[in-house]
């Protein structure tokens, strides 16, 4: 062999080692136990398996990691049964077991995986990439994975549920503490009974539901739909097994869903900047989300100050004296018993997490409306929904026995509770209507001709109120004496508002609860009665933890009020742009706000059913409640001026006053144009003032000047100087995200412009960001006092609008 042939081969030779150590790496075999600090290294070394200590190097597992977070252990082998020292030994068994050894102990079997009782040769086992560890025989046949015995985590990849063949079950239980991985006081378990659903327990004893799987993500955690951009779900439903997974849409992000020894469930991504998992749920969420707080028939809980349990409607405190010292858990019973087939009716509870579903039927093949008539028919029903909520609603669950653990949730769903008639009765309003009626039929006698024709209407009209009570209720509707009476007969003192389309006044209802009150402007007013209650019912039902509450309606004459549940820390114009509040908005404080704010505007232009364009976003259009969580307001209201439905394409000319100046689009303010793309535009703006803590104004173009700073690459400079001290680095690694997302929003280009739906991954860094184009900085001056009279030629659906654009 000549020299340079010499050299090649062992090049070649060392290339083969190197190769075959990195490929040993993530492999155990039967020859090659491991022990002390040596690991088990996946591919890309996303995961690694190895000893690990626990109480000062008193306790040590077996157990797998993040290599980027060795402190998230994803699974622990002998959990219930530590080593004293590092002396374990992982190996695999002559037959094929994965077993771990204690070597100070004459090699005694601390923990086994029990895969096979039979001698396999050529056994191996490899910690793949998904952090999965899979024992396999030498033909590949799988023996045994890690992802079938979940410990406290589930990762990417992994199932939650039931194999119904052998009955195996996929859940969590909790560490005991911080120190001690053995089998803590909650477990997480899906119920496969009735419509699956994930259950929390603790000590024996139920505490939280999720609700049922609706098709799109558990009844109880509508938050679900806010990271479905980060996250696939998939649930299977068959005769092998009910499972639930969770997929990272993007291959290398890390993320883990573990219940803690709190018995908190928490989703948590790695947030590769700042080095840490960031929270993006837990649950229970709050104090509502205990099981069977409010007991059956109960619920209904809603969280303002304080919790509060409520019965259905038609069912009454089993144990008033109970309820008085505030102990629900007795619940409520009917308070007047089922007539049973043709004298009871249903009652639609609306935006709620569905009850307990254990001991319902389900049938997924059936229609909605076949559901309510198999339930009307059988007296046993007590109530029924949808089992999957796409489509408007298919699917049927029935329930034969007590509700239990309803609540309120954002984005809730229908609920239909059987009652006998006469509880379906309606409120006073009802009552007048069917006065009126009965006067018309009345009048019907004398004159015969004409009654008759009016009866037919009347008929008509009161077959529509039965219909829409029983088949899909409405927003309520307030009487104005109690409105008048709870905002002191509107008295200036409790003005806490003024805008475009209204004077708003604080209010307190006579059960104490505080609301604003919003008077509509009679000179904008063009819609028609039923129009108008249309919309009002259209916005009731849009419910987002990020949207204000509307609670609902009073007509009065000419007098047009909506109710909203009151947001105690009123709005954020009056903290950002205040030289001495400002300072106590923190920068999580405004990241959170602006994180709200987008999802709540995905929220408004995605909800497939209504959605819709704000065209009004702006600080003092953003309120804050008591915990600080930002709530978009005014949404829809420029819809409640317009003379025509949503559903009908007129071409009326129609007067709007919309828009605020700073806050406008240049397309829109110049030519009228109308999408979505304006409410981005506006978003953009707020969220450079948030950041700032500056106006956008005539005497001051932020735009500009924030374009400026990001140009000579001085965005920080840009950051309100009064949280800028308290930033940590990856604070202020996140405001300059900020600027570039706000300055991206404010492109002049609509079609250059981000849709809401990819801000929120750019604002956590899910997403690379591409440069922003120059701004266009000089706003033309159309009108004065931002206030714009806009003829609308066409109204569509979602699309593209133009309308025409006068000077007032
Ligand atoms: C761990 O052990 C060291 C040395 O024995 C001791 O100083 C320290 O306090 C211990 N820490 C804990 C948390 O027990
Ligand atoms: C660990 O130490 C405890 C107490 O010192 C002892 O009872 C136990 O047998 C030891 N376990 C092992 C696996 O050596
Ligand atoms: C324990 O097992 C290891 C690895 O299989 C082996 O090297 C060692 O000799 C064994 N020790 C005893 C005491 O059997
Ligand atoms: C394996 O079997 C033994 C003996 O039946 C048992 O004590 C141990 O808990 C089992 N290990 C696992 C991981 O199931
Ligand atoms: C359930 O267990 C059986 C028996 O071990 C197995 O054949 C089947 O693949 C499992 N099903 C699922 C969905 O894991
Ligand atoms: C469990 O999670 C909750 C919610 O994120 C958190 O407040 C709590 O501190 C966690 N508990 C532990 C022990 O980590
Ligand atoms: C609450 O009421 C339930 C039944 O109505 C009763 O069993 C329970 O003891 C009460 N709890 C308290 C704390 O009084
Ligand atoms: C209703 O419930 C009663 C008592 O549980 C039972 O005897 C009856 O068969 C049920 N009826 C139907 C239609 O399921």
Same mark, same amino acid.
């Not at 050529?122 to 899979?134: C, E, I, K, S, T």
């Not at 779900?233 to 092998?240: E, I, L, P, S, V």
């Not at 129609?654 to 978003?683: C, H, K, L, W």
């Given at each position: 062999?000549?020299?340079?042939?010499?050299?090649?081969?062992?090049?070649?030779?060392?290339?083969?080692?190197?190769?075959?150590?990195?490929?040993?790496?993530?492999?155990?075999?039967?020859?090659?136990?491991?022990?002390?600090?040596?690991?088990?290294?996946?591919?890309?070394?996303?995961?690694?398996?190895?000893?690990?200590?626990?109480?000062?190097?008193?306790?040590?597992?077996?157990?797998?990691?993040?290599?980027?977070?060795?402190?998230?252990?994803?699974?622990?082998?002998?959990?219930?049964?530590?080593?004293?020292?590092?002396?374990?030994?992982?190996?695999?068994?002559?037959?094929?077991?994965?077993?771990?050894?204690?070597?100070?102990?004459?090699?005694?079997?601390?923990?086994?995986?029990?895969?096979?009782?039979?001698?396999?040769?050529?056994?191996?086992?490899?910690?793949?990439?998904?952090?999965?560890?899979?024992?396999?025989?030498?033909?590949?046949?799988?023996?045994?994975?890690? +992802?079938?015995?979940?410990?406290?985590?589930?990762?990417?990849?992994?199932?939650?549920?039931?194999?119904?063949?052998?009955?195996?079950?996929?859940?969590?239980?909790?560490?005991?503490?911080?120190?001690?991985?053995?089998?803590?006081?909650?477990?997480?378990?899906?119920?496969?009974?009735?419509?699956?659903?994930?259950?929390?327990?603790?000590?024996?004893?139920?505490?939280?539901?999720?609700?049922?799987?609706?098709?799109?993500?558990?009844?109880?955690?509508?938050?679900?739909?806010?990271?479905?951009?980060?996250?696939?779900?998939?649930?299977?439903?068959?005769?092998?097994?009910?499972?639930?997974?969770?997929?990272?849409?993007?291959?290398?992000?890390?993320?883990?869903?573990?219940?803690?020894?709190?018995?908190?469930?928490?989703?948590?991504?790695?947030?590769?900047?700042?080095?840490?998992?960031?929270?993006?749920?837990?649950?229970?969420?709050?104090?509502?989300?205990?099981?069977?707080?409010?007991?059956?028939?109960?619920?209904?809980?809603?969280?303002?100050?304080?919790?509060?349990?409520?019965?259905?409607?038609?069912?009454?405190?089993?144990?008033?004296?109970?309820?008085?010292?505030?102990?629900?858990?007795?619940?409520?019973?009917?308070?007047?018993?089922?007539?049973?087939?043709?004298?009871?009716?249903?009652?639609?509870?609306?935006?709620?997490?569905?009850?307990?579903?254990?001991?319902?039927?389900?049938?997924?093949?059936?229609?909605?409306?076949?559901?309510?008539?198999?339930?009307?028919?059988?007296?046993?029903?007590?109530?029924?929904?949808?089992?999957?909520?796409?489509?408007?609603?298919?699917?049927?669950?029935?329930?034969?026995?007590?509700?239990?653990?309803?609540?309120?949730?954002?984005?809730?769903?229908?609920? +239909?509770?059987?009652?006998?008639?006469?509880?379906?009765?309606?409120?006073?309003?009802?009552?007048?209507?069917?006065?009126?009626?009965?006067?018309?039929?009345?009048?019907?006698?004398?004159?015969?001709?004409?009654?008759?024709?009016?009866?037919?209407?009347?008929?008509?009209?009161?077959?529509?109120?039965?219909?829409?009570?029983?088949?899909?209720?409405?927003?309520?509707?307030?009487?104005?004496?109690?409105?008048?009476?709870?905002?002191?007969?509107?008295?200036?003192?409790?003005?806490?508002?003024?805008?475009?389309?209204?004077?708003?006044?604080?209010?307190?209802?006579?059960?104490?609860?505080?609301?604003?009150?919003?008077?509509?402007?009679?000179?904008?007013?063009?819609?028609?009665?039923?129009?108008?209650?249309?919309?009002?019912?259209?916005?009731?039902?849009?419910?987002?933890?990020?949207?204000?509450?509307?609670?609902?309606?009073?007509?009065?004459?000419?007098?047009?009020?909506?109710?909203?549940?009151?947001?105690?820390?009123?709005?954020?114009?009056?903290?950002?742009?205040?030289?001495?509040?400002?300072?106590?908005?923190?920068?999580?404080?405004?990241?959170?706000?602006?994180?709200?704010?987008?999802?709540?505007?995905?929220?408004?232009?995605?909800?497939?059913?209504?959605?819709?364009?704000?065209?009004?976003?702006?600080?003092?259009?953003?309120?804050?409640?008591?915990?600080?969580?930002?709530?978009?307001?005014?949404?829809?209201?420029?819809?409640?001026?317009?003379?025509?439905?949503?559903?009908?394409?007129?071409?009326?000319?129609?007067?709007?006053?919309?828009?605020?100046?700073?806050?406008?689009?240049?397309?829109?303010?110049?030519?009228?144009?109308?999408?979505?793309?304006?409410?981005?535009?506006? +978003?953009?703006?707020?969220?450079?003032?948030?950041?700032?803590?500056?106006?956008?104004?005539?005497?001051?173009?932020?735009?500009?000047?924030?374009?400026?700073?990001?140009?000579?690459?001085?965005?920080?400079?840009?950051?309100?100087?009064?949280?800028?001290?308290?930033?940590?680095?990856?604070?202020?690694?996140?405001?300059?995200?900020?600027?570039?997302?706000?300055?991206?929003?404010?492109?002049?280009?609509?079609?250059?412009?981000?849709?809401?739906?990819?801000?929120?991954?750019?604002?956590?860094?899910?997403?690379?960001?591409?440069?922003?184009?120059?701004?266009?900085?000089?706003?033309?001056?159309?009108?004065?006092?931002?206030?714009?009279?806009?003829?609308?030629?066409?109204?569509?659906?979602?699309?593209?609008?133009?309308?025409?654009?006068?000077?007032?």
């Amino acid at each position: 062999m000549s020299q340079s042939h010499r050299r090649l081969f062992h090049a070649l030779l060392s290339v083969l080692l190197l190769a075959a150590s990195a490929v040993a790496d993530n492999t155990l075999t039967q020859s090659r136990p491991i022990g002390g600090d040596q690991k088990l290294v996946s591919l890309g070394d996303v995961f690694q398996l190895g000893l690990f200590s626990t109480a000062n190097n008193t306790k040590w597992f077996l157990g797998i990691w993040f290599t980027v977070s060795p402190a998230a252990v994803v699974w622990v082998a002998n959990r219930d049964r530590p080593l004293n020292t590092s002396s374990g030994v992982v190996a695999l068994s002559d037959r094929g077991n994965l077993v771990l050894l204690d070597a100070a102990s004459n090699n005694e079997t601390i923990w086994s995986s029990n895969s096979s009782s039979l001698a396999i040769p050529g056994a191996v086992a490899q910690l793949h990439d998904d952090g999965n560890l899979v024992l396999a025989d030498a033909a590949g046949a799988v023996l045994w994975q890690s +992802f079938e015995h979940p410990t406290n985590t589930f990762i990417s990849g992994m199932r939650s549920g039931r194999n119904l063949t052998t009955g195996a079950l996929w859940s969590l239980s909790s560490w005991r503490s911080a120190d001690d991985p053995s089998a803590g006081d909650y477990r997480y378990v899906m119920d496969t009974q009735g419509s699956p659903e994930h259950e929390l327990w603790s000590k024996g004893r139920k505490t939280y539901r999720t609700g049922p799987w609706n098709g799109v993500r558990f009844s109880g955690v509508p938050e679900m739909t806010s990271f479905e951009d980060m996250f696939e779900f998939q649930f299977t439903n068959n005769a092998d097994e009910v499972s639930y997974v969770y997929h990272n849409r993007d291959g290398s992000a890390l993320s883990r869903v573990v219940l803690n020894e709190s018995g908190v469930m928490q989703r948590m991504v790695w947030d590769r900047t700042a080095l840490t998992w960031n929270n993006f749920w837990s649950g229970p969420r709050d104090q509502c989300d205990t099981y069977g707080l409010c007991g059956a028939f109960g619920g209904v809980c809603d969280m303002g100050d304080a919790v509060v349990c409520g019965c259905i409607r038609g069912f009454m405190p089993g144990s008033p004296a109970e309820w008085r010292m505030r102990n629900a858990s007795g619940g409520c019973a009917r308070s007047t018993p089922l007539q049973c087939a043709g004298g009871d009716g249903f009652y639609v509870l609306r935006g709620v997490k569905l009850p307990e579903t254990h001991g319902s039927t389900v049938d997924g093949g059936a229609t909605l409306a076949e559901c309510g008539r198999r339930c009307l028919s059988n007296c046993n029903c007590t109530a029924y929904a949808a089992s999957d909520i796409r489509g408007g609603g298919t699917g049927c669950i029935q329930w034969f026995g007590d509700l239990m653990d309803t609540r309120y949730v954002d984005d809730g769903q229908d609920l +239909f509770v059987r009652l006998a008639k006469s509880d379906l009765e309606p409120t006073k309003t009802k009552k007048f209507v069917a006065v009126i009626t009965a006067v018309i039929l009345g009048f019907a006698l004398l004159l015969l001709l004409l009654g008759f024709m009016i009866w037919r209407k009347a008929r008509h009209s009161k077959e529509v109120t039965m219909f829409d009570e029983i088949m899909r209720g409405e927003c309520p509707t307030y009487d104005f004496g109690i409105i008048r009476a709870a905002t002191g007969g509107f008295c200036p003192k409790n003005v806490v508002g003024r805008g475009g389309f209204g004077i708003v006044y604080k209010g307190k209802m006579p059960d104490g609860q505080e609301v604003a009150v919003k008077k509509l402007s009679a000179e904008n007013r063009v819609q028609g009665l039923k129009e108008f209650k249309n919309e009002v019912d259209l916005i009731a039902k849009l419910q987002h933890r990020n949207l204000v509450r509307l609670l609902g309606c009073c007509i009065q004459g000419s007098e047009r009020i909506l109710v909203y549940e009151y947001m105690s820390n009123r709005s954020l114009d009056a903290f950002i742009f205040d030289s001495r509040r400002r300072a106590s908005l923190s920068w999580k404080t405004r990241m959170d706000v602006i994180l709200g704010v987008a999802r709540g505007l995905v929220y408004l232009h995605q909800d497939s059913r209504h959605t819709m364009i704000h065209r009004d976003l702006k600080a003092a259009n953003v309120l804050l409640d008591g915990e600080m969580v930002a709530k978009i307001s005014d949404f829809g209201i420029a819809k409640l001026f317009s003379s025509t439905g949503d559903d009908r394409v007129d071409s009326t000319v129609t007067d709007r006053i919309v828009g605020t100046y700073g806050y406008m689009s240049p397309e829109y303010a110049m030519d009228g144009m109308v999408s979505f793309m304006q409410d981005v535009y506006s +978003f953009g703006v707020l969220q450079l003032e948030i950041v700032s803590g500056r106006r956008n104004q005539r005497s001051f173009n932020l735009i500009a000047h924030a374009w400026k700073l990001f140009e000579e690459n001085k965005s920080l400079e840009l950051l309100d100087s009064t949280v800028r001290d308290g930033c940590s680095p990856a604070e202020l690694e996140q405001a300059v995200t900020c600027i570039q997302v706000g300055l991206l929003c404010v492109q002049e280009s609509p079609s250059r412009r981000p849709q809401m739906a990819a801000v929120i991954p750019m604002l956590s860094h899910q997403q690379t960001l591409v440069r922003p184009l120059r701004p266009v900085v000089c706003l033309p001056v159309t009108a004065p006092a931002g206030l714009l009279h806009v003829l609308e030629v066409t109204s569509g659906r979602g699309g593209l609008t133009i309308t025409g654009l006068e000077g007032r």
